[in-house]
């Protein structure tokens, strides 16, 4: 399996620009995360699906942020409009919940810097 | 909520010494306590865990420890090596619960040659 797949690995943007990243999960996964990690407050989990239906949202900073998961294969994270503060790396993750520890398998992370 | 602390946020150490991050959690509904290694430009990945039947678990150079009374975990890394130096991050979930882990903060390990 070719594992978590997020695109772009790098974005840098100029604030007020709309940053759209990517995600493909690992085939067979029912759980899908979306993290930001920064310096100040390390790994931070924004939102997840189960199934792909949204089900912890509380993470998400405001409302300039939306995810959406329109299929198992697939989810977005998207930032409209993008502001300085948002520069961080994104990462996504999946894992398979039944009958395992639920391991967290994660992508190498897209590093967003918005100018 | 789940807390968890970890410290240290840095860990510098020569080759072949020990390393030992120590993590402490809130909800003593926590059972299962898995740790990541981050190495640079990638994601986390597990590389040990524990769940709260078992006291310690080794796994080569790597160990985990878990207190349960005092609610607090940590990881050995013996004969460290330049190539364990990466962020290591604890964790804490409850497997009936939200299943949602709650993760530390963080600690980058240096190993010097």
């Known amino acids: 399996d070719a594992g978590v797949i997020q695109s772009p690995r790098h974005e840098v943007t100029e604030m007020g620009q709309e940053v759209t990243l990517r995600c493909k999960p690992i085939s067979g996964h029912d759980y899908l995360f979306w993290y930001r990690q920064t310096m100040m407050r390390g790994l931070e989990l924004l939102i997840y699906f189960n199934n792909n239906v949204p089900i912890d949202d509380s993470g998400m900073p405001e409302d300039r942020f939306s995810a959406k998961m329109p299929n198992a294969s697939f989810s977005t994270l998207k930032i409209q409009p993008s502001e300085p503060r948002d520069s961080a790396v994104y990462f996504c993750?999946?894992?398979?919940?039944?009958?395992?520890?639920?391991?967290?398998?994660f992508g190498e992370g897209s590093r967003l810097t918005v100018l | 909520g789940e807390n968890v602390e970890q410290h240290p946020s840095t860990l510098s150490v020569q080759e072949g010494d020990s390393a030992v991050i120590k993590c402490t959690y809130s909800d003593s509904a926590s059972n299962y306590f898995p740790w990541y290694k981050q190495e640079l430009g990638k994601g986390p990945q597990l590389i040990i865990d524990?769940?709260?039947?078992?006291g310690e678990k080794k796994d080569q150079r790597i160990a985990v420890t878990l207190n349960k009374t005092a609610k607090h975990f940590s990881l050995h890394i013996t004969e460290t090596q330049p190539e364990d130096s990466a962020v290591y991050f604890c964790?804490?979930?409850?497997?009936?619960?939200?299943?949602?882990?709650?993760f530390g903060r963080g600690t980058s390990l240096i190993v010097h040659p």
């Open positions: 964790a804490a979930r409850e497997s009936g619960g939200s299943y949602i882990p709650t």
């Open positions: 993750a999946s894992s398979f919940r039944q009958g395992t520890t639920g391991e967290l398998f």
């Open positions: 524990i769940r709260s039947n078992v």
